[in-house]
């Protein structure tokens, strides 16, 4: 068919002229409406006329080209077609094709149409017949992103917009322009909703956009785009959103096809065009690359970018994920093509991949990868340039780019080590070896003022170790092995910050430019500091921190990087029982990995022994459950049946040596183990087969492990061999070698079958038991579990039945002590050859069976125990009087029993009195006396001991003890502080005791017990237990502890409790030498207020101590005097602010506001509002509170010339900082208090910026960041400095600006108007975006020699530091880690004023 013919379809004939000049006079931007008729006609076409006169005119144009026929253009000319017309009527149905609400077949025709014109547009001679428009060529290039249906795309954008607000942790909300675009927006999507296409209608949509991008490919074979760059980036933009448009099946080929039709998807023909725009015949290729691989970088970084406003994140699934992998290739085979070309943009994209993430991890994670595989195809000086580079944004400001250059780390540390020798650069060679990733990039960051940055540092720390490269391995033991050259201390690191940390908030879009940060210098760290560091980072404020800082731990010694000693190890088991959950799970994962690796290590066997056994009772059922595994896994799973003839593999030696472990070193534990077995028994874990294995290791040579098992299981076990245990009991009474540990389990298993055994054999083991208690040859121990035994053996249903067995037996045990402590005491000399050890063992024996038979207990055995502590001899063998009570059992003329017997003496006197209340009102006020008085430390720690056990039996009647048992709080010996604090803690837990009198104010002086173990525990106790408890406590009493440790008691209500002359001077505070632990005690305290209880706490020392003075009900001498100045420093103190004002807004604490998501925002907003109603509420209320008395108290003091004047001063000049501005309306009736305390708030900030000044700034030399001093538990919390930004034209006035901000320019740009006019003319590089006229006219002045660095009118680049020789497109302003190397003479002549100039010459 002739061309004429086939384009009958479209009665170019019938069109008026008049239509299509006014057509064309629209520059074919809105569908111009036809006659009735005509579009009627014209609708009615069909896809396959289109396709007709598609390929009649393509195989004209080869025909023309090959030169075997006439011009297309010649042939329509002699036939009368208008070229005019039928450009027109092409445009009529691409436009409504373009349509929203067009139909299938409008949409069909519409991109045949848009074929159709491309196909003509690249046949030669359409620019000599003018079918060319800019406009025409834009909408048929991208008549895809309209015909193709959006509903899925458009679905996909809002939910990955909803994703990244919803997941990301710092993601910009998106912002619509105006309200008219949401309303269009919301009824272009009713409209689009009311289509529906079916499967065949798309087939036929897609048919359609496989030939327009053909035809587009066809254009770019022939067209040249050199002179219309526009055009170039707009086919750039389809090409890039074409990656999308479907699944690539198989992989794809980047090689230039024969034919395009043979390429099989679109995403493929995208691929080509992208390629084809790299070509020279579309300009110069360095421009068409930068193009082409700023549109690659927002599919590799996995975002949606229109063509303005911030990229938004797309939801990472498979087939997004597929793109980026396929964009990544393509990146990389477009650098192996055009090598030199390419590889400074490819330096470009990896700089922009850095510094444009996110910090969703897992689009972190995505983009290190890219940024490895990018690197894999630059050459060893290319890569150590980039290596440097990223050295550098590794001390970015912002969290983000630091956290992602240590993902960079670690794929770059994966990849194959490069050698020096093999970069061209001798100065960058020292880039390429590993180890220089590892200590100057990723070890760099354990000190990171972001918890984030720091956890992930130190996780990727530990990776390292994991790694199969050597010299990584050997880079990690460098560090804490090898000594460096200099040791850096923690408050001496200073962090890099980018100087374009303001500019890069003025900015919608990063500009595709070399990105450049300053180089800063570092230091290598002591190998003993930098463990010491990881062990401070596993005590630090951050949760995530301390787990990193774990795994990194395990892994060091994993690897035996650091020793397995006991401090190192005992360091990674405390941390399960962290108050962090996730913590304390990562803990028990991390002795897990180091069992696992070293499991015949007997410390690694106790330190997991000590992290998993505990978390057995852990508050967190998710942490029991995780210990309940461990042990299961490592113990249970292991008991297989015992055979002498076959040996343990691995894991059961391991389990036999941790129960070994378990009755020997670590019998401690054996509490928390029990309970994992009461928990195992209600989940039946115990079958008859695992008692079976276990019963056969009982004979075995490590049977005490075995013993202890089935101690646990017996009693929740239904069926036991029990012929084999009465063996085993039988082999037990007549060995001698059986350990002290192993007895108790065996006699625990048999007090546990007594139920189930026969009479016969009961009375042959209670005769067994008694021949063995009479021997007084077992250990304590031992003793106990017998005794236990035997009521186990004895009991029955008839209680008055199992009372007489033990009064029978028990009794005859009473007896027998009973005489063997009269022929001792009564006896002449009885004490001369006493033996020591069978004396405690009567003791003890005598106390354990007088529990159950106290009827035995007689007057003659209570004086026989009492005369072990005293010498009553006499007396008691007359039986006449008692012990007075008034007397300690010190008191009385001593015996010369020795220490320990006296203290069993104590224990077994107080568990007679357990029995007897008559005993206990008795010997109650000798046992305080004695802790009053007495001298031996082991007698008075028992006596602390069975005072508390009495205070739970008679509560009543030790209540008015618990002074005396408080005051052992502040005794000499550490041991009995301890014991006191843990004693008292459990009597309030369980509510035996109140906070009465001064009970809490001796807690809070063990809060600065000179022994810190014991300040640890007190803390401890208090938070964690005590507080949860009383949620009030600490508000309650916080004004009494301000009379009560400065011993002051003129107070009406304060500080009237009774206490004695020796207490009051035992648990002072008072005076300057105790100044630092009152405030010590002070601010624990408010730190854990709530700040209503601060508020509330504020009001309630106006009122009851500053009006008390001010009414002087309360004398303003000394002591008074004292306590108002005490008052005002603690006023003054940062904990008493309220934490709603103080808590930096999220983004105000070193990251990045614009990186916030949804919810982060939202929290924002409400903390804001927030602060902005507490601050309203706490000035009135200081206002009409505490400035009256201020007043008041100023008057008075002045009168007085009281030194409280000069604290009053303190505290109003600390208070005034938030209002500075509104002194003079708050202090309105004193106004020379106003212009004084406006005077010493004027002061201070001088005397505040001149430190400041001298601290930060230097007009030569090479100074460096001072940091805040490291806060608790290692952590560093640094204050950075503002340093000046040098910028080369004159700023206007920043926030907070310091006189360190003045920039070394010439003082002649300081002068009056032609400053004013220099600022108002030139570009400030905050708040504009440069014009790029303006920037080849040099508009930003700049020390001569400095070179300029722009791109294609987007703006400047984000990230500025020093200039690249040779490079003439480099920016250069300093940050603020680099100092100017002297004055410099500045060009501030800026190229707008000379025009200004030459324009009025």
Request: glycine share 4%.
């Amino acid at each position: 068919m002739s061309v004429i013919s086939a384009l009958e379809f479209l009665r170019l004939n019938e069109i008026p002229e008049a239509w299509v000049d006014a057509v064309w006079d629209l520059e074919f931007t809105e569908r111009k409406p036809l006659d009735d008729t005509i579009e009627d006609e014209l609708a009615f076409s069909e896809d396959k006329a289109f396709r007709t006169l598609y390929q009649c005119l393509l195989a004209h144009a080869a025909d023309q080209q090959d030169g075997a026929s006439q011009s297309i253009w010649a042939i329509l000319g002699e036939n009368g077609v208008s070229i005019k017309s039928l450009v027109a009527v092409l445009s009529f149905f691409v436009l409504a094709g373009k349509a929203k609400t067009a139909n299938v077949q409008q949409r069909v025709n519409g991109l045949h149409a848009a074929s159709l014109y491309l196909l003509l547009l690249g046949i030669p001679g359409s620019i000599a017949t003018k079918i060319f428009h800019e406009v025409l060529l834009d909408t048929c290039s991208d008549l895809t992103s309209h015909c193709w249906p959006q509903d899925s795309g458009r679905k996909r954008k809002k939910d990955g917009l909803k994703s990244s607000q919803a997941d990301g942790k710092r993601s910009k909300p998106q912002r619509k322009e105006t309200t008219e675009m949401e309303v269009d927006e919301a009824e272009e999507e009713e409209e689009e909703e009311e289509l529906h296409f079916t499967t065949q209608d798309l087939v036929k949509v897609r048919a359609a956009v496989v030939l327009l991008v053909q035809s587009l490919l066809r254009l770019l074979h022939t067209f040249p785009l050199k002179d219309r760059p526009q055009s170039a980036g707009s086919c750039t933009q389809i090409f890039s959103k074409l990656l999308y448009f479907e699944p690539v099946i198989g992989e794809v080929t980047f090689a230039a096809p024969q034919d395009i039709t043979k390429l099989r998807s679109v995403p493929e023909m995208a691929f080509y065009g992208l390629q084809l725009l790299c070509s020279p015949l579309h300009g110069d290729q360095k421009e068409s690359l930068r193009r082409v691989f700023h549109r690659l970088l927002y599919v590799i970084l996995m975002m949606n970018k229109g063509n303005r406003g911030k990229p938004s994140l797309l939801i990472p699934n498979q087939a997004i994920i597929s793109t980026r992998d396929q964009a990544i290739h393509f990146v990389c085979h477009l650098v192996d093509k055009l090598k030199e070309i390419a590889l400074p943009i490819l330096q470009i994209l990896l700089q922009h991949i850095c510094f444009q993430i996110v910090e969703k991890s897992e689009f972190r994670s995505h983009g290190a990868q890219a940024v490895g595989m990018l690197t894999s195809q630059m050459e060893s000086t290319d890569y150590a340039s980039f290596i440097k580079w990223l050295f550098n944004f590794s001390r970015s400001s912002k969290m983000v780019c630091r956290l992602f250059s240590v993902d960079v780390v670690m794929v770059l540390l994966e990849q194959p080590e490069r050698r020096p020798e093999e970069c061209q650069d001798p100065e960058l060679s020292s880039y390429l070896p590993h180890k220089f990733l590892i200590q100057n990039l990723l070890f760099a960051r354990r000190m990171d003022e972001s918890p984030t940055v720091q956890g992930r540092a130190l996780a990727c720390l530990a990776q390292c170790l994991e790694l199969s490269s050597l010299n990584v391995t050997r880079a990690v033991h460098n560090l804490f092995s090898a000594t460096g050259s200099q040791t850096v201390l923690e408050d001496e690191i200073t962090e890099g910050s980018l100087s374009c940390q303001q500019t890069q908030k003025t900015y919608r879009t990063l500009p595709f430019r070399t990105v450049e940060i300053s180089n800063t210098e570092g230091s290598d760290c002591d190998a003993k500091e930098n463990l010491a560091l990881i062990l401070r980072r596993v005590k630090d404020s951050k949760s995530n921190v301390r787990k990193s800082a774990l795994q990194t731990l395990v892994g060091l010694l994993k690897h035996n990087v650091i020793p397995l000693t006991r401090e190192n190890l005992a360091t990674l088991s405390e941390r399960s029982r962290d108050p962090a959950v996730s913590v304390k799970k990562k803990a028990l994962q991390c002795v897990g990995e180091l069992l696992a690796a070293k499991p015949e290590c007997s410390v690694v066997q106790k330190a997991w022994l000590q992290g998993v056994v505990p978390a057995v009772v852990d508050s967190e059922n998710s942490v029991q459950d995780k210990a309940l595994e461990a042990l299961d896994q490592v113990l249970l799973s292991q008991v297989k049946l015992y055979s002498a003839s076959r040996h343990l593999d691995a894991g059961q030696r391991l389990t036999w040596d941790l129960l070994g472990l378990l009755c020997n070193e670590c019998r401690n534990l054996s509490r928390y183990f029990s309970r994992a077995f009461t928990i195992w028994s209600k989940q039946n874990k115990f079958t008859q087969t695992f008692i079976t294995n276990l019963i056969s290791h009982t004979d075995a040579d490590h049977s005490a492990g075995a013993w202890l098992l089935l101690s646990k299981v017996v009693a929740s076990s239904p069926r036991l061999p029990y012929g084999k245990i009465l063996d085993a009991w039988d082999s037990l009474v007549s060995s001698k070698n059986v350990t002290a540990t192993t007895c108790c389990h065996i006699l625990c298993v048999m007090g546990d079958i007594a139920v189930h055994l026969n009479e016969d054999t009961k009375d042959r083991i209670v005769g067994d038991l008694m021949s063995w208690l009479k021997t007084f040859t077992l250990s304590l121990e031992v003793i106990c579990a017998a005794v236990e035994t035997l009521y186990q053996l004895g009991r029955s249903e008839d209680v008055k039945q199992t009372q007489a067995f033990l009064n029978q037996h028990c009794g005859e045990l009473v007896s027998v002590c009973e005489a063997y402590l009269a022929g001792i005491i009564l006896r002449e000399k009885g004490a001369e050859n006493l033996n020591e050890e069978l004396m405690v063992k009567h003791l003890h024996t005598l106390g354990v069976a007088s529990l159950q038979c106290p009827a035995k207990v007689g007057k003659r055995t209570v004086l026989l125990v009492e005369s072990v502590l005293t010498t009553h001899s006499d007396q008691l063998a007359e039986n006449q009087e008692e012990l007075p009570t008034s007397q300690p059992l010190s008191q009385f003329k001593a015996n010369s029993l020795p220490t320990r017997v006296r203290a069993h003496g104590v224990i077994t006197l107080g568990k007679l009195c357990l029995q007897h209340e008559e005993l206990v009102q008795k010997y109650l006020p000798v046992f305080a006396r004695e802790l009053e008085v007495g001298t031996e430390v082991a007698v008075r720690n028992n006596v602390v001991v069975i005072m508390c056990d009495l205070c739970m039996r008679y509560t009543n009647i030790v209540d008015h003890y618990i002074p005396n048992i408080s005051a052992c709080l502040r005794d000499s010996e550490a041991v009995i502080r301890e014991q006191t604090l843990i004693m008292l803690t459990n009597l309030l837990q369980e509510e035996f005791v109140k906070w009465k009198g001064s009970l809490f104010f001796r807690f809070m002086v063990a809060l600065v017990d000179p022994d810190p173990a014991i300040a640890s525990i007190c803390e401890y106790c208090l938070l964690h237990l005590l507080l949860k408890k009383n949620p009030e406590m600490f508000s309650q009493h916080f004004i009494e502890c301000i009379f009560h440790f400065n011993s002051y008691n003129k107070h009406k209500s304060y500080n009237k409790f009774t206490q004695s002359e020796r207490e009051k001077v035992r648990f002072s505070l008072k005076g300057a030498q105790h100044r630092q632990n009152r405030f010590r005690i002070y601010r624990f305290l408010l730190e854990h207020f709530t700040d209503a209880q601060r508020f509330n706490i504020t009001v309630k020392i106006n009122q009851t101590i500053l009006a008390c003075f001010a009414d002087e009900e309360l004398p303003l001498d000394a002591d008074g005097a004292e306590i108002l100045s005490e008052t005002f420093n603690i006023l003054s103190l940062k904990e008493m602010k309220l934490q709603a004002i103080t808590t930096p807004a999220a983004g105000a604490t070193g990251e990045e506001a614009e990186e916030e998501n949804m919810a982060t925002m939202a929290k924002v907003v409400l903390q804001a509002a927030q602060k902005k109603v507490v601050s309203q509420v706490q000035k009135k209320a200081f206002i009409e509170n505490t400035v009256p008395l201020i007043i008041s108290l100023k008057s008075m003091l002045e009168q007085k010339h009281s030194p409280v004047l000069r604290d009053l001063m303190a505290y109003l000049q600390v208070t005034m900082q938030d209002y500075r501005n509104e002194v003079k309306e708050f202090f309105s009736g004193d106004e020379q208090l106003a212009v004084e305390l406006e005077f010493a708030l004027k002061t201070a900030e001088k005397e505040r910026e001149m430190a400041e000044q001298m601290d930060n700034c230097s007009l030569t030399g090479d100074a460096r960041t001072p940091t805040a001093q490291c806060s608790v538990q290692g952590s560093p919390v640094r204050t950075r400095p503002l340093l000046p930004f040098i910028f080369a034209t004159p700023q206007p006035p920043l926030r907070n600006t310091l006189s360190a901000r003045v920039a070394h320019t010439d003082r002649r740009v300081h002068s009056s108007r032609r400053e004013e006019h220099v600022r108002s003319k030139s570009i400030a590089l905050e708040g504009t975006v440069m014009s790029k006229g303006a920037v080849n006219n040099r508009a930003i002045s700049t020390p001569k020699g400095v070179n300029i660095n722009l791109t294609f009118d987007e703006g400047v680049s984000a990230i500025f530091g020093t200039s690249v020789i040779g490079e003439t497109s480099v920016l250069h302003v300093r940050s603020n880690e680099q100092q100017a190397h002297g004055l410099r003479q500045w060009n501030v002549q800026s190229p707008l004023r000379q025009r200004k100039k030459s324009s009025k010459v």
